[in-house]
Structure formats: C-alpha cells, structure tokens
C-alpha cells in the first residue's frame, strides 16, 4: 500500500492520503495540515493519549519566554507564574549537507535508509568490509539527510527507494540484506517474483516522486 500510493498518487496532498491510510505516516490532527517530517515514531496508543491535549496553541516557535508572557512567532500568550515550562523541541538529528560516506581513512557516518540510523551503520560497516573500491563504496551508500519539512519526506523516500534498487542488483548485497536481522524490510523467504513485482514498482516510485517533487519545488518559487 506504501509503494502504491508513492507510485500512483498524481498530487502531494493524494500521497499523504495514501501513505496516511496505508499506516506509515500518521498525523496528529485530522484537521490541520502537517508542515514538518522529522521520523517521529508512535504507536498508535501513544497517538490517542497524545490527541488528549486539549490546549495547543498554534502560533509558530517560542521567540522568548518571560515573566507575564510567551512570545511566540506569530503572537504572545500569557505566561503563568510558578510554572515550569520544558522546551521538547530540540531536534536531536539536526539536518546536515550530505557528504560522501567513505573518504582516505575516515568514515562519515549518515544514514543509507531514511529514519534506519542503526541499520545504517551496520550496512555502511558491512560495505567498508566487504568492498575495496572507494568510488563503488560511495555509489552503494549515498547518504539520506535527515527529513525536516513535509516535502523532504518526499525526498527522503526517493533516495531511500534508489538505494534499495542500487543495492537489488548487488547478488551479494542482496543475499547479505536477506540475512540482516537489522534489515526489516528484506527477507530471505520472498518469492522472487514477488521481489520482481517490487522492482517494477521502484521504477513507477522514483519517477512519480521526481514528478511530485519538481512540483513542489515550481510551487515554493512562485507562490
């Protein structure tokens, strides 16, 4: 279903509907439409105790916080005394510019799966020991920035579904994925006309999400 309303969805608005109903993204409110993508994970019953907050106020980033006041990007609430206030709000993997992976006796590590950091780092050891060539290293492992804005789940996915074409043509990468105990969304079982079927699939991904993007992107130059 995740597949299928990447390929399929003709709008930005029809892919998360698609993915929304598929289970792979779920948003907070039904009625507001979601700006940002950071891999937050949630179950579902953590979704429903976090729909309980009644009071959310939508008026951009805190700018300030005083004695009688929260100033806020959009506007100022009142602040109240003798309250603690805890800033959740840190972005613990902080977007960076994308680098080569493998480099003259150093690794920098990245992710190779979007929102997969630990499978990531098992994959990029695996490359290290099992290639020489520094080049094809680099073509295996392009590196996926970390997701912060709606579109950039768009983007995301697109390298998240390119490696894994990449690596599909890889025989020994592909029975050593088949075997990973990290890797969830690879198994030795599949039938190989069902890994056919997705390959395909791929293909109809990777262009529609090129299409989805160049979109969006012509959309934020002239609003």
């Given at each position: 279903?995740?597949?299928?309303?990447?390929?399929?969805?003709?709008?930005?608005?029809?892919?998360?509907?698609?993915v929304?109903?598929?289970?792979?993204?779920?948003?907070?409110?039904?009625?507001?439409?979601?700006t940002m993508?950071?891999?937050?994970?949630?179950?579902?019953?953590?979704?429903?105790?976090?729909?309980?907050?009644?009071?959310?106020?939508?008026?951009?980033?805190?700018?300030?916080?005083?004695?009688?006041?929260?100033?806020?990007?959009?506007?100022?609430?009142?602040?109240?005394?003798?309250?603690?206030?805890?800033?959740?709000?840190?972005?613990?993997?902080?977007?960076?510019?994308?680098?080569?992976?493998?480099?003259?006796?150093?690794?920098t590590?990245?992710?190779?799966?979007t929102?997969?950091?630990?499978?990531?780092?098992?994959?990029?050891?695996?490359?290290?020991a099992a290639?020489?060539?520094?080049?094809?290293?680099?073509?295996?492992?392009?590196?996926?920035?970390?997701?912060?804005?709606d579109?950039?789940?768009?983007?995301?996915?697109?390298?998240?579904?390119?490696?894994?074409?990449?690596?599909?043509?890889?025989?020994?990468?592909?029975?050593?994925?088949?075997?990973?105990?990290?890797?969830?969304?690879?198994?030795?079982?599949?039938?190989?006309?069902?890994?056919?079927?997705?390959?395909?699939?791929?293909?109809?991904?990777?262009?529609?999400?090129?299409?989805?993007?160049?979109?969006?992107?012509?959309?934020?130059?002239?609003?």
């Open positions: 279903m995740q597949m299928q309303a990447l390929a399929e969805a003709g709008t930005i608005e029809e892919l998360f509907e698609g929304v109903a598929s289970g792979l993204v779920m948003r907070f409110d039904d009625d507001v439409w979601p993508y950071r891999c937050a994970t949630v179950t579902q019953a953590e979704l429903e105790q976090l729909r309980r907050i009644g009071n959310i106020i939508r008026q951009g980033r805190v700018r300030r916080l005083g004695h009688d006041a929260i100033e806020l990007t959009k506007g100022e609430v009142a602040a109240r005394a003798n309250t603690l206030y805890v800033d959740c709000t840190a972005d613990g993997l902080a977007r960076r510019p994308a680098e080569p992976i493998f480099s003259d006796g150093k690794l590590l990245q992710a190779v799966r929102c997969q950091q630990v499978f990531s780092a098992a994959f990029i050891g695996h490359v290290e290639y020489d060539d520094v080049a094809e290293k680099n073509a295996i492992c392009t590196p996926l920035p970390h997701p912060n804005t579109i950039d789940f768009l983007r995301t996915h697109l390298l998240n579904v390119t490696n894994a074409a990449r690596w599909s043509r890889d025989k020994d990468l592909k029975k050593w994925l088949q075997n990973a105990r990290l890797d969830g969304f690879t198994h030795a079982d599949r039938q190989d006309n069902s890994r056919g079927m997705l390959g395909d699939l791929a293909s109809k991904v990777i262009a529609n999400l090129h299409m989805l993007i160049a979109n969006a992107e012509a959309a934020a130059d002239h609003p």
